[in-house]
């Protein structure tokens, strides 16, 4: 036996693109043959992008998504790497089944299907995939034995035993791994685990890029027998990162040996946030063909973070941002505006509002009977503002994106069809404190990558003045809310922790807080089902990962 070059393919495919797809996977494959690769692995479904949803129930997609396979497969007659790439494969009573195909010397060497399909949080792959049945089995490549195991298989220990059971040198690990706040350490450890499991290196390569509301961070690793990290790759790029085994050597040793390589350090928390919200907001943009993004810029914190966002991830001449001042409208806020727009770069357009506000009030006055001004007139400021934002946004085809955080959306202190308005919502899943942080951090840091400016993208100001809407005469958000870090302490534990009431009081919280919190919690479900997609960053975010009733008489435990 001789020694194996693997080389670890850290990629972002595009969900049903299948021609840009194989281009991609061709271009990496060519690259690892210049590192002298013998195996070239790529992530979970790499070929179909990933997660395909419902576009693996169509059969011409999959018989598409195998002649892209086949014709990867003819590319391998060139005695270059070998190949295992990812795409749904025909299986058993009408559903797929998530395959990963081993390509070598021409052909299809082997398939190898996923056993454990992950049916909570964002995943419903017991929906549209069926298990693969049998043993597992190694399959062999260029003289090794390969133990292919896809993403959830790695989680439970079933598998890898059996692949070491029938002889596996080590274990290799395509995954489509969604991130998540602290998530990196979750995967290191079920891998470590397998791996003293079996005494078997292991491969664990992860996509990177977004894909509608989920992104991916790459950060892929390789483990030695011993559990010691040997690679690990960068998060939030492409990558190719080759691992060396050489057999063993040691009297009685029966693992391979992994030589060491390069381990990129892990980004710190606002780092790896802050990139995670780039990545999204990019990948829906440009995988959607948007030329750029509009938004309304506020003078708040919410919108110009959302515009730094916009501006590092797509380069500020693909950013507009409108103030749409009405009476209510403070003097700081304009210069606060004006402010963001000057330290990122970008256009701002002002457009008063406060015509359109008297046009309506004069239209409504006779049916409102002369009741007093209320939160219907603070709506239809917002009403008003978005119906500029899509007008620009029609006119231009840029993408409406819209600015409120978790926070707000979890207790509807939101307008729909006002500020909800929007294709994209890049804090969707960012709580309010964490707003505050990431805005702090980003003035302090440039993010590896970003398009926006080396220094500060927010006046100082934005961060420190109390959150307001400015919708009526010096309404501040801690007259309707409690303030934001005990509402978001509540909300996590609410919302991620699904811990009762009584719980929350137990664990320090004010009871009447909780019980005011939860009412707000429950009564807005019918906004955030109308709310636009976001990016994902934490454990439980708004969608398919809580998917409680809108009509719902339960308020609670007494």
């Not at 999959?62 to 795409?87: K, N, Q, S, Y």
């Not at 892990?266 to 440009?286: H, K, N, P, Q």
Request: aromatic share 6%; glycine share 10%; with cysteine.
């Amino acid at each position: 036996m001789s020694s194996l070059t693997v080389v670890m393919a850290q990629v972002d495919p595009t969900v049903g693109d299948l021609d840009a797809n194989l281009a991609m996977l061709r271009a990496a494959r060519a690259e690892a043959a210049g590192k002298g690769a013998d195996l070239v692995v790529f992530p979970e479904l790499a070929l179909a992008g990933y997660p395909p949803e419902d576009l693996v129930l169509r059969a011409g997609f999959r018989a598409a998504c195998r002649a892209h396979a086949e014709a990867l497969a003819a590319d391998t007659a060139d005695g270059g790497p070998a190949v295992i790439v990812g795409l749904p494969v025909e299986g058993p009573g009408g559903l797929p089944i998530n395959a990963a195909m081993v390509l070598d010397g021409g052909r299809v060497v082997a398939t190898v299907g996923k056993r454990h399909l992950p049916n909570y949080g964002v995943f419903d792959e017991a929906r549209v995939f069926a298990p693969a049945a049998g043993a597992p089995q190694p399959v062999s490549v260029r003289g090794w034995r390969l133990g292919v195991m896809i993403c959830e298989d790695m989680w439970f220990p079933d598998v890898a035993a059996g692949l070491a059971a029938g002889g596996a040198d080590l274990l290799v690990v395509p995954n489509g791994s969604p991130f998540e706040v602290d998530k990196g350490a979750q995967r290191l450890g079920h891998a470590r685990a397998r791996v003293a499991e079996t005494g078997l290196p292991l491969l664990y390569v992860n996509q990177v890029g977004g894909q509608d509301e989920l992104v991916f961070d790459g950060a892929s690793f390789a483990v030695a027998a011993d559990g010691r990290l040997i690679v690990r790759g960068p998060s939030w790029q492409s990558a190719s990162l080759p691992v060396v085994f050489d057999p063993p050597t040691a009297p009685g040793a029966t693992a391979p040996v992994p030589r060491q390589g390069a381990i990129v350090a892990t980004a710190e928390r606002c780092e790896d946030i802050y990139r995670a919200l780039m990545a999204g907001l990019a990948g829906y943009v440009d995988k959607n063909g948007f030329p750029g993004v509009v938004l309304g810029l506020s003078g708040g914190i919410d919108s110009a973070l959302s515009a730094a966002v916009a501006v590092d991830a797509l380069g500020p001449e693909r950013v507009r941002c409108l103030m749409m001042p009405s009476p209510h409208t403070s003097r700081e806020s304009l210069e606060d505006a004006a402010g963001v727009v000057r330290l990122l770069g970008c256009r701002l357009d002002e457009v008063p509002i406060g015509g359109a506000m008297e046009t309506f009030d004069g239209l409504l006055r006779p049916l409102f009977e002369d009741r007093p001004a209320d939160v219907t007139e603070e709506n239809i400021q917002a009403r008003a503002r978005a119906l500029i934002l899509m007008a620009v946004s029609n006119k231009f085809g840029h993408m409406l994106l819209s600015t409120g955080n978790k926070s707000e959306m979890s207790v509807g202190y939101a307008t729909l069809y006002g500020d909800m308005c929007g294709g994209f919502n890049v804090l969707k899943d960012v709580y309010k404190t964490t707003v505050f942080a990431l805005s702090r951090w980003r003035n302090a840091h440039w993010p590896p990558a970003a398009l926006g400016p080396d220094g500060p993208v927010m006046p100082q100001r934005v961060i420190d003045k109390p959150p307001s809407a400015e919708l009526r005469p010096d309404q501040k958000d801690s007259d309707s809310l409690p303030d934001y870090p005990v509402l978001d302490a509540i909300l996590k534990g609410l919302i991620e922790g699904e811990m009762g009431l009584a719980q929350m009081a137990a664990a320090g919280h004010d009871p009447a807080d909780v019980a005011r919190v939860w009412r707000l919690l429950l009564g807005a479900e019918y906004k955030r089902r109308q709310a636009p997609p976001g990016v994902k960053i934490t454990l439980r975010s708004f969608g398919r990962e809580r998917r409680y009733p809108m009509t719902n008489a339960f308020r609670g435990e007494h």
